[in-house]
């Protein structure tokens, strides 16, 4: 696909979040200097697809200004101020009517929140999730960043369609 059509698509994809309006959620609160972020429990299958997260995010350099709340840093990557979040191992995502997208051949769930977006990938086990602030709109455009993590997890055979 050529990116022009690429860039369209995903611009389409943006404005239908935009339209489906804002639900509750917020993808991050600031303590001491860093960033609260909760991941699930390890899993090894995150360990190929977190060594393929982008080293940089819509221009954004990784970071690791952030502290865990709960479960394993290595399955944590931020970007950026604000930040972007990437968490690995979180369940499978089952049959959704949240608006799904097709970015690169890999599926995402679009939930909107108080403060953006989360993506979270749709028949992948274990799951990536995505939380991106509304700073960095349209949305949509910062997954092609994670496509390659996202294509290292199994498959569940589920897609959007």
């Known amino acids: 696909m050529h990116r022009a059509a690429r860039r369209r698509r995903l611009l389409v994809a943006a404005a239908g979040l935009l339209v489906l309006g804002v639900a509750g959620g917020v993808l991050y609160?600031?303590?001491h200097h860093g960033i609260e972020v909760a991941a699930p429990p390890h899993?090894?299958?995150c360990e190929a697809a977190m060594s393929l997260m982008p080293s940089?995010?819509?221009r954004q350099p990784a970071s690791d200004a952030f502290?865990?709340?709960k479960g394993d840093p290595r399955d944590i990557r931020v970007w950026g101020d604000p930040v972007v979040i990437a968490t690995c191992g979180w369940p499978a995502l089952g049959p959704t009517s949240e608006q799904c997208l097709d970015v690169d051949g890999v599926d995402w769930?679009?939930?909107p929140l108080s403060d953006g977006v989360r993506f979270?990938?749709?028949g992948r086990a274990p799951a990536i999730e995505v939380l991106v602030p509304h700073a960095y709109d349209p949305?949509?455009?910062l997954l092609p960043a994670f496509g390659p993590a996202a294509k290292a997890l199994p498959s569940?055979?589920?897609?959007c369609s």
């Open 43 to 45: 899993s090894r299958a």
């Open 120 to 122: 979270t990938t749709f």
């Open 29 to 31: 609160a600031v303590r």
């Open 109 to 111: 769930v679009a939930q």
């Open 67 to 69: 502290v865990a709340a």
């Open 156 to 159: 569940t055979g589920r897609t």
């Open 139 to 141: 949305a949509p455009l």
């Open 56 to 58: 940089t995010v819509a």
